[in-house]
């Protein structure tokens, strides 16, 4: 890796390259066209789920009402679609024996 604790793009595709042998043009070219294929279902409103890794899941939140920490006055929290990530039980029982 090479950011201390941060797997990049440039990570998976050298990953791709030692690995499986693909010149470093072409792994590039591969993770960048896994994530965009990623980026155009979430943008349609569509879960991404990669089994033994775990899902990405879009949900609308509606709006709420929200307090300023510093000051107390409340405010309101405009209705949103987030992105979360739900990790497999493969995936959870991996990190648990990393540790």
């Known amino acids: 890796m090479t950011t201390a604790g941060t797997l990049t793009?440039?990570?998976?595709?050298?990953a791709l390259h030692r690995q499986i042998g693909l010149s470093r043009t072409d792994s590039?070219?591969?993770v960048e066209q896994i994530l965009?294929?990623?980026c155009e279902a979430l943008s349609r409103g569509e879960n991404v789920k990669i089994s033994g890794f775990g899902t990405f899941v879009l949900r609308d939140k509606g709006e709420r009402i929200g307090r300023n920490p510093k000051t107390g006055v409340e405010v309101?929290?405009?209705p949103r679609r987030v992105l979360t990530f739900r990790a497999s039980q493969m995936m959870r029982e991996r990190i648990v024996t990393a540790s």
């Open 28 to 30: 590039a070219k591969v």
């Open 36 to 38: 965009t294929e990623m």
């Open 9 to 14: 793009r440039a990570d998976l595709s050298e």
């Open 76 to 78: 309101p929290i405009a």
